[in-house]
């Protein structure tokens, strides 16, 4: 089974632009998390959903947005950005709600 | 706010050693449990996970989990230099809620 793949890897951004994140869950996969992880802030909940609801956000601002698809597949959007959104944003998918997650690569963006 | 609670480190532990990672949670109404492995510069991948009180063995891998101490912990046996990474706690009740991390050194 393939794992959980997250595009693009590697993202420059300047501050102000806006940029949307995709994930595609392992396939029968109906959850999908979002993270962001700074060194210095460990790993930060974002947003849950489980077939196509948010189920919940976490204490992020509302520049901070995203989605599930009918396939599950998930995007998340962050408009406006500022340079303390640069960090690794993790996508991690399982197949309900309490049951493991399994991690994707993430995607390294970098706001200057 | 519900958190997990981990000791950042380093431990350090001679190759062949047991290391012992523990983990806190203040979510009482936490239903799930889980152990990730994290190398430098990479995505966390799942351990274990373990749901009831007790122990649950995987290979070199124990867990434990106390639900009344509110406390779980992870044993790695025969531990390995490449044991040596950063070990999160999760516990998911509302959602899933990651502990900072234990920074785990196999010295060889």
């Known amino acids: 089974k393939a794992g959980v793949t997250q595009t693009p890897r590697y993202l420059i951004k300047t501050r102000g632009q806006q940029v949307t994140l995709s994930c595609s869950p392992i396939?029968?996969?109906?959850?999908v998390s979002w993270y962001q992880q700074t060194p210095g802030q460990g790993l930060q909940f974002l947003f849950e959903?489980?077939?196509?609801?948010?189920?919940n956000k976490g204490n992020f601002p509302g520049r901070f947005s995203g989605r599930q698809f009918s396939n599950s597949r998930s995007e998340m959007n962050v408009s406006t950005l500022e340079l303390g959104d640069s960090a690794l944003y993790l996508c991690?998918?399982?197949?309900?709600?309490?049951?493991?997650?399994?991690f994707g690569p993430g995607t390294r963006l970098t706001v200057t | 706010q519900k958190e997990v609670e981990q000791n950042s480190g380093p431990l350090s532990v001679p190759e062949g050693a047991i290391a012992s990672l523990n983990c806190t949670y203040s979510?009482?109404?936490?239903?799930?449990f889980f152990w990730y492995r994290q190398y430098s510069g990479k995505s966390p991948e799942l351990i274990m996970s373990?749901?009831?009180?007790g122990d649950k063995e995987d290979g070199r891998f124990t867990a434990q989990l106390n639900k009344a101490s509110q406390y779980v912990s992870l044993l790695i046996r025969d531990s390995q230099p490449s044991d040596s990474a950063t070990y999160l706690c999760?516990?998911?009740?509302?959602?899933?809620?990651f502990g900072p991390g234990t920074r785990l050194s196999v010295l060889p």
């Open positions: 396939s029968g996969h109906r959850s």
């Open positions: 991690a998918s399982s197949r309900g709600l309490y049951y493991e997650q399994y």
């Open positions: 959903y489980f077939s196509e609801t948010q189920r």
């Open positions: 373990i749901y009831s009180n």
């Open positions: 999760a516990s998911y009740g509302q959602n899933f809620v």
């Open positions: 979510d009482r109404g936490s239903q799930s």
